[in-house]
């Protein structure tokens, strides 16, 4: 069946330091990859998104993400993550490109320390 | 520019009873989406309609129905309300550049 994974469920990272948040798929083609971000009791702040080309996609607010074929990823990271990225991180595709909507995985949730 | 917008954003109802989640985009959009998200479950899909006259089932559906409005608005109503539609519903629209969807503020509803 097609789906979206994000194993971790809760990231706990010290404030300054690197973060990945880890996104697998399984689709038979290489869909289009998108991560949004939730603050607390607020809808959804896209990212970044992967169509095709250059597989390194740059985003808001200092995230990145890399595309790897051979392993079905799309992993968000930061090198230096500040208090404010607190939050719930969804990693979404959109297996066909039209206008039927996206499968999101479940989410992560992001703790910082201070 | 107001983007997704979406009312009520808070609801409290008793089981049985009806309701309609009003939405609206201001970005000219043809598409539309509801979503619901539960702990756990991250997002998931209701119904879209992909331009103006058409809806479809997504995910969940079961326990919806939907109208397209116009192409501004799409609701989303609730018949019979029920206990396991406790919930956070979002509404997005997406653009016809590379499937951008574009999220309101969301509705939390709670079915007592």
């Known amino acids: 069946a097609q789906s979206v994974t994000q194993p971790d469920i809760h990231i706990t990272v010290s404030e300054g330091a690197s973060l990945e948040l880890r996104c697998n798929y399984s689709?038979?083609?290489?869909?289009?990859l998108f991560w949004y971000v939730q603050s607390p009791g607020q809808g959804l702040q896209l990212l970044l998104k992967?169509?095709?080309?250059?597989?390194l996609v740059q985003g808001i607010k200092g995230f990145e993400a890399e595309f790897k074929r051979s392993q079905s990823s799309f992993n968000l990271r930061k090198p230096s993550v500040h208090w404010s990225d607190a939050a719930e991180y969804f990693c979404?595709?959109?297996?066909?490109?039209?206008?039927?909507?996206?499968?999101f995985g479940k989410g992560t949730h992001l703790i910082i320390q201070p | 520019n107001a983007g997704v917008t979406q009312t009520p954003k808070f609801q409290v109802l008793k089981t049985g009873q009806s309701m309609t989640l009003q939405c609206a985009q201001d970005?000219?959009?043809?598409?539309m989406y509801w979503y619901r998200q539960d702990p756990g479950m991250g997002l998931r899909l209701i119904y879209y309609?992909?331009?103006?006259?058409?809806?479809d089932k997504g995910e969940v559906p079961n326990g919806y129905n939907v109208s397209r409005l116009n192409k501004r608005e799409f609701s989303l109503r609730l018949e019979s309300a029920a206990p396991s539609q406790t919930s956070v519903y979002f509404c997005?629209?997406?653009?016809?550049?590379?499937?951008?969807?574009?999220f309101g503020p969301g509705t939390r509803l709670t079915v007592l």
């Open positions: 979404a595709v959109d297996p066909g490109g039209g206008a039927d909507g996206l499968t």
């Open positions: 689709y038979g083609a290489t869909p289009y």
């Open positions: 992967y169509f095709s080309g250059d597989t």
């Open positions: 970005m000219n959009h043809n598409s």
């Open positions: 309609s992909a331009s103006e006259g058409t809806t």
């Open positions: 997005a629209s997406q653009t016809g550049n590379y499937n951008e969807q574009f």
